[in-house]
């Protein structure tokens, strides 16, 4: 688990080279807790760095803060730009963060995962635990909501594509 205070374009890029470095250890999973995340101005300058995202099996962000919807969209875009999850889960203690399957983040974090698959051979489920009947026994809601990445057979496409469906 990483906990940071401050999360910035720097901090990201030092993240980066720490993945690059192949033979010090080999990472799955990834949880970031972020506490205060600075505006990222410098984003821009970061995506211009052309290396491919470091192929993760789960990365869970932890949502500690009040922002604003284009802050956490900000956050994400950074984080996606590190890493290539298997299964991403967002996580916000906050009333306030909209987490629902219509919010600004989950669709921009949607549209980004569907952006590092071929186009066609992946899918993107959208679970929610947040809606548990176990949630009203705990001290507070946690609000949660994964996006896991589903290969699609070379069959399923062609009937998809067959019977006129969009794939997605």
């Known amino acids: ?50 290396l491919p995202p470091y192929e993760l099996e789960l990365v869970e962000l932890k949502l500690e803060t009040q922002e604003e919807s284009l802050a956490h969209i900000a956050f994400v875009d950074a984080v996606l730009w590190c890493c290539r999850p298997r299964s991403l889960t967002l996580r916000s203690c906050y009333p306030y963060t909209a987490l629902g399957e219509h919010s600004d983040v989950v669709k921009f974090t949607y549209k980004k995962l569907l952006e ?10 959208i679970v929610s635990p947040s809606f548990s009947s176990l949630l009203m026994y705990l001290p507070y809601e946690t609000k949660a909501i994964s996006f896991i990445k589903e290969e699609v057979l070379q069959e399923e496409t062609d009937s998809r594509r067959y019977a006129g469906l969009e794939i997605v």
Do not use: C, P
Request: charged share 30%; no cysteine.
């Open 1 to 50: 688990m990483i906990h940071v205070m401050f999360i910035d374009t720097l901090w990201f890029q030092k993240l980066r080279q720490l993945f690059n470095k192949k033979n010090v250890f080999n990472v799955s999973k990834l949880y970031i807790r972020a506490i205060y995340s600075k505006e990222f101005r410098e984003l821009e300058k970061l995506k211009a760095i052309k």
């Open 116 to 125: 590092q698959e071929d186009q066609g051979r992946t899918n993107i489920k």
